[in-house]
């Protein structure tokens, strides 16, 4: 503490200044800071109040594993580590990096119907399972482009999640594919979503950030569809332009839009991956060019 007058280093508990003399005034002692409540076990925390329950510090726990999101933002990275003989399931293709005793299965989900059902949806039609045999292990997870990945601690609940969104979940968890007919016509998405629900861990990826939106009572809200990653199984919601009639449609640049009515949550992705691509294709090698150059005009 230094004197509020000459700013000289004063002693514990003076009364006066040693070098100007000044009087001092009495100062109250601040209330001790106290730390923020701990989150035991990694539970989930839901500061938004919606029905997605994120862990607060991208990490948590389920039955025979602990996972954590590392990198969060632009290159996240799902890590889970399973104790001997538990196992975890993934979109074929997901898998990053895996302990050397980690066993990896491939099948048929939902048997051959099943199987058709996520190929017309434009899924893989295999499943993987991931198993640590003799040990524990770990296991990782990630999208095939930037993005983040979000841990859902599911709760006896059921979402819906655009196929390209899903990453991985807990074993228990049921997840179908789901035609909606032509309201799920999502652009670039097809006819089908994902239906995922029960209890356990389900790991979602974005292209961007994923921003939540909760929707009140009545309240409608409009959302591009490229920019869906997954809602509340319950919503509803209709799909049509984003303006009325084609011609203004076009020349807003959007396309298809969802309307969603409340009362739900619906979780956005920041990016659309087809305005990316879109972005892309002028620098592309042209088809027919000769000599493999790039056309910049098109």
């Given at each position: 503490m230094n004197c509020p007058k000459c700013t000289m280093p004063l002693l514990p508990d003076a009364r006066f200044c040693g070098s100007c003399g000044a009087t001092l005034e009495p100062f109250a002692e601040s209330p001790p800071v106290q730390p923020p409540p701990a989150n035991p076990g990694g539970q989930a925390q839901n500061p938004g109040g919606g029905a997605f329950r994120f862990d607060a510090d991208g990490r948590g726990q389920g039955r025979g594993y602990t996972w954590a999101i590392e990198h969060p933002g632009s290159f996240a990275l799902a890590v889970v580590n399973l104790s001997a003989e538990q196992s975890i399931s993934a979109e074929a293709g997901a898998m990053v990096s895996m302990s050397a005793n980690i066993e990896l299965e491939s099948?048929?989900?939902?048997?051959?119907?099943?199987?058709?059902?996520?190929?017309?949806?434009?899924?893989?039609?295999?499943?993987?399972?991931?198993?640590?045999?003799?040990?524990?292990?770990?296991?990782?997870?990630?999208?095939?482009?930037p993005g983040d990945v979000a841990g859902i601690e599911m709760n006896d609940q059921t979402f819906m999640v655009q196929s390209s969104s899903y990453l991985a979940g807990d074993t228990s968890l049921n997840v179908d594919t789901k035609f909606g007919g032509a309201k799920s016509f999502f652009g670039g998405e097809g006819l089908f979503v994902l239906q995922v629900s029960g209890r356990g861990l389900l790991l979602v990826s974005s292209f961007g950030s994923i921003h939540r939106k909760t929707?009140?009572?009545?309240?409608?809200?409009?959302?591009?569809?490229?920019?869906?990653?997954?809602?509340?199984?319950?919503?509803?919601?209709?799909?049509?332009?984003?303006?009325?009639?084609?011609?203004?449609?076009?020349?807003?640049?959007?396309?298809?839009?969802?309307?969603?009515?409340?009362?739900?949550?619906?979780?956005?992705?920041?990016r659309n991956l087809a305005a990316f691509a879109g972005l892309l294709k002028p620098f592309f090698p042209t088809q027919g060019g000769s000599g493999g150059g790039f056309s910049f005009g098109s």
């Open positions: 099948n048929l989900k939902g048997g051959v119907f099943g199987a058709l059902k996520r190929a017309v949806g434009g899924e893989s039609a295999f499943v993987s399972t991931f198993t640590a045999r003799g040990g524990p292990g770990e296991v990782t997870f990630a999208p095939g482009s929707l009140r009572p009545g309240e409608r809200y409009v959302i591009d569809t490229g920019h869906l990653v997954a809602w509340e199984g319950h919503m509803q919601y209709n799909l049509r332009k984003a303006a009325s009639g084609f011609f203004k449609s076009f020349l807003s640049g959007e396309g298809m839009v969802a309307e969603f009515s409340g009362p739900g949550e619906v979780l956005i992705q920041t």
